[in-house]
């Protein structure tokens, strides 16, 4: 355990009530929390511990502030036994979503597309600049991420699915009855992506800067 | 010249168990390209093999770094203090500022000029520099920072070179790439000095085998390594094979011919074309010059260079296959507001082929020459680029140039050249990124077919070519394998003869400079490895002290032979290049002697031309007496 995990142990013994989280705080916990069980062997292991109430539960921060600061500080991996020639510390999990998404923001503008408030323009003034977020956008996935179709076939096309089928890469939907194989119609062939490749990302490289602001002196 | 000398093929072991690779490596103007080829399997199963690319860790970002198949050919120099939080996967010396090359330092050439080193070749064959001095990033007095980094041509070579170097040392820790045996691509049209600067390069990035080899000739190359020896059926004895390289920043000219030798082909690049400044960088600034006029307003920096980018977008769009009538043109503001701030046109067909095909690629007559503009008297210290935009009337002129060279020195071609006005190319092959586009290669045939038609020849045919961006990198790494007696060879040689300027003895009149007469010391033709004999005439030198002579290059007398004195020459006959100079020193002569010498050229194996002045017989203290002449020379201090 991390020292600052044993200090909130601290404060714990001193007496300090549970107080309930607000929901936003819980949803920036959450977000973390799903990609770091995602990603993280060891932290996996403790939160199921915690799940199965194996773990011994640490008290809950005093406020709100220290919650957020939890959130945002204690991405890095837990502390595991040091060893004399230590590897470069691994990146956040989170990494590999903020990069890809400073990549479409580099590449297309993804987010000042996003974040720009549409309502006021009309169509050909949204539908020029959505050119530009298609085409640099379309570039960066190209390079990164190859994608494939889950299905071969043309949409509209019939197809039989057999006994067995795949159900996390094909979702049925209609009349379900009965038991396979299934006939029905292609609606979306779907998409998978065959691999992905991330730019390398320095240690002390902060992701988080998604765009760095630009002040021309 | 002693024809006897020409280098035996290498071995095939070569310098030991750790070279394996051939390695080609493409300096670009404006991209990098590395392609390798094992030696043995090569070796062993022949044309079957392909020199295959390999992919360029770089920065790409503040903190992010991914390979791509091509490098550009950009470095950035970080102001101080600025942290661009390195993510290479070697480790970079911290000794010395950092100069970081990749897409990184491309993305900032925009937003900060002064910073970015860009068309950094270019700059190692100007002739009004020297290329050994700190010029780069030039830019106008305006936005230059005060007591800002700058690099000169020959140390951006280097930067280039040594990221490239240990981009293969990371992907091959056993094999470093200063063990293998490099190939390094240089224009066709680099003068002598450019070339031992390239060499010079090399070596301070730690490359240590390495062999020059001219861009348009590897492009045959790797068109004849893709061709799985198909090539034969393919051209014909006689052929005359025009190779045509239109790259970001230069266009390139190569005659090859395919003539017969005891029983089979041999392949002979008998003409280069001048260094060209003009590629499709110029293409794509055209283009944005006019969607700026289309839009109506004035447009900063920033926007300009979006424009351009998107310019090149609409271009390659256009100029593909199935290609719309019409691509949009859109410029995004440089805030998060990206919706409210574009603006907007549209490229037709019409004028991308207004600007480009007829701009660039002008239907013109075969007598058409290209055009030269009066220099205002100030210049800004700049490239000399192209004054005439025209790619075809620079074609039209290389072609008519070298008529003369391919009457004089084609023996089994069998056609007469008399009455003809220009060398007819039989075949035509394709390289570099601009020459992808199907409606350029279609008007340059259509003029080939127009010139010869009118002239009582033939039409030409296409050589269908590999990839044109890589191309280059590929035919050089196969070169490789050439080199160890695997496949045909490209015999080309030396493409200008040389020339040291000579004062003559006429009695000194006050305000009139003594004549200068030109003395040959290299002859046209002389191939790696050779030496042509020394120029009968003695000079006199003086021990201790620095003789610096005149230089003059020609690409078009190639009759002259060492010893060949010119008192007087045809207007653009012979181009001074820079001053060649040696300092004899000497331990055994006293300071103040007179040696006698004689001037000897060779080509080495790199393929740099040595110029050395050699005592005259009975006069030298020892048996290898000799002093280098220098060809490129420090400006006074």
Not at chain 2, 37 to 59: C, F, N, R, W, Y
């Amino acid at each position: 355990m991390s020292d600052k995990e044993q200090g909130a142990s601290d404060d714990a013994s001193s007496g300090t009530a549970a107080e309930e989280v607000p929901f936003f705080t819980r949803l920036v916990l959450a977000y973390v929390i799903f990609f770091k069980v995602l990603f993280d062997g060891v932290f996996a292991y403790r939160a199921r511990g915690l799940r199965d109430g194996t773990l011994r539960l640490a008290p809950p921060p005093k406020t709100a502030a220290e919650m957020k600061d939890l959130a945002s500080t204690k991405l890095e991996r837990p502390s595991l036994p040091r060893q004399a020639s230590e590897p470069p510390p691994a990146r956040p999990p989170t990494d590999g979503a903020l990069v890809l998404l400073s990549l479409l923001q580099r590449e297309g503008r993804f987010i000042d597309f996003l974040q720009e408030d549409v309502s006021g323009f009309g169509d050909a003034e949204i539908g020029a600049a959505a050119r530009v977020v298609h085409d640099g956008c379309k570039k960066a996935l190209d390079e990164h991420v190859k994608l494939v179709a889950v299905r071969s076939e043309d949409e509209g096309a019939t197809v039989t699915l057999d006994a067995g089928y795949d159900a996390a890469a094909i979702t049925l939907a209609g009349n379900v009855g009965g038991k396979p194989p299934f006939k029905g119609t292609l609606k979306h062939k779907g998409w998978r992506a065959k691999s992905i490749e991330l730019p390398k990302v320095a240690p002390t490289h902060d992701a988080h800067v998604l765009a760095p602001a630009e002040i021309e002196v | 010249m002693t024809r006897a000398e020409a280098t035996p093929p290498r071995p095939v072991e070569g310098g030991g168990s750790q070279e394996r690779f051939s390695v080609g490596i493409d300096l670009g103007t404006t991209h990098c390209a590395v392609a390798r080829l094992e030696l043995a399997s090569a070796i062993e199963h022949g044309d079957k093999v392909l020199p295959e690319t390999m992919p360029i860790p770089q920065m790409i970002a503040v903190g992010q770094s991914e390979a791509r198949p091509l490098l550009p050919s950009f470095l950035y120099l970080p102001p101080e203090g600025e942290n661009v939080e390195l993510a290479l996967p070697w480790i970079v010396d911290d000794s010395e500022p950092l100069v970081l090359a990749g897409e990184l330092a491309r993305a900032k050439a925009a937003s900060l000029p002064g910073r970015v080193v860009s068309s950094s070749k270019s700059w190692l064959c100007h002739p009004g520099i020297d290329p050994r001095t700190p010029v780069l990033p030039a830019v106008a007095a305006s936005v230059a920072e005060e007591g800002a980094r700058k690099l000169s041509p020959v140390d951006a070579a280097v930067a280039l070179l040594t990221h490239l170097r240990e981009a293969w040392d990371v992907a091959h820790p056993e094999l470093p790439l200063s063990l293998q045996d490099v190939t390094l691509t240089v224009p066709a049209s680099f003068d002598a000095r450019a070339r031992d600067l390239t060499a010079e390069a090399a070596r301070r990035s730690g490359l240590q085998q390495v062999t020059l080899l001219e861009e348009p000739q590897a492009a045959l190359y790797a068109w004849v390594a893709q061709s799985k020896g198909g090539w034969r059926k393919q051209v014909a004895v006689g052929d005359v094979i025009l190779v045509i390289d239109v790259g970001g920043g230069t266009t390139d000219f190569s005659l090859i011919a395919v003539r017969e030798a005891e029983g089979s082909f041999e392949l002979h690049r008998v003409a280069v074309g001048e260094h060209i400044l003009l590629g499709g960088d110029n293409m794509d600034l055209a283009l944005a010059h006019r969607m700026k006029v289309k839009l109506g307003r004035d447009l900063d920096a920033w926007q300009m260079h979006s424009l351009t980018h998107a310019c090149r977008a609409a271009k390659e769009s256009l100029l593909g296959s199935d290609a719309p009538e019409t691509a949009p043109i859109v410029v995004v503001g440089r805030g998060t507001k990206l919706i409210g701030g574009t603006l907007k046109t549209e490229l037709t067909r019409a004028e991308l082929e207004e600007t480009l095909v007829d701009g660039f690629f002008p239907k013109v007559e075969s007598s058409a020459r290209p055009i030269k503009r009066p220099r205002a008297g100030l210049r800004q210290l700049g490239l000399p680029y192209a004054d005439d935009a025209g790619i075809t009337r620079h074609l039209s002129g290389f072609l008519a140039r070298h008529l003369q060279t391919m009457a004089s020195t084609a023996s089994s071609d069998g056609a007469d050249h008399t009455h003809r006005t220009f060398v007819h190319p039989t075949a035509v092959l394709f390289n570099g990124g601009v020459m992808r586009a199907a409606p350029l290669r279609r008007r340059t045939l259509e003029l080939l077919d127009a010139w010869t038609a009118a002239d009582g020849g033939q039409p030409v045919r296409v050589l269908e070519g590999a990839d044109l961006d890589l191309a280059v990198a590929r035919g050089a790494a196969y070169m490789g394998a050439v080199r160890r007696g695997r496949g045909i060879r490209i015999r080309g040689g030396t493409v200008r003869s040389y020339y040291v300027g000579i004062e003559s003895s006429a009695p000194a009149v006050p305000g009139i400079e003594p004549e200068v007469h030109a003395l040959c010391v290299a002859p046209f033709g002389m191939e790696e490895g050779q030496s042509a004999d020394e120029a009968p005439q003695e000079l006199g030198l003086v021990v201790g002290e620095r003789a610096q002579f005149r230089f003059f290059g020609s690409t078009s007398r190639r009759e002259d032979r060492p010893g060949a004195m010119l008192e007087r020459w045809a207007e653009g006959e012979l181009e001074e290049l820079a001053p060649i100079e040696t300092t004899l020193s000497s331990e055994t002569r006293p300071e103040g002697d007179v040696v006698p010498v004689h001037l000897r050229a060779s080509l080495t194996d790199v393929g740099t031309l040595l110029l050395e002045a050699v005592p005259l017989e009975g006069s030298a203290t020892s048996a290898d007496e000799r002093w280098k002449l220098e060809l490129t020379v420090r400006e006074e201090g």
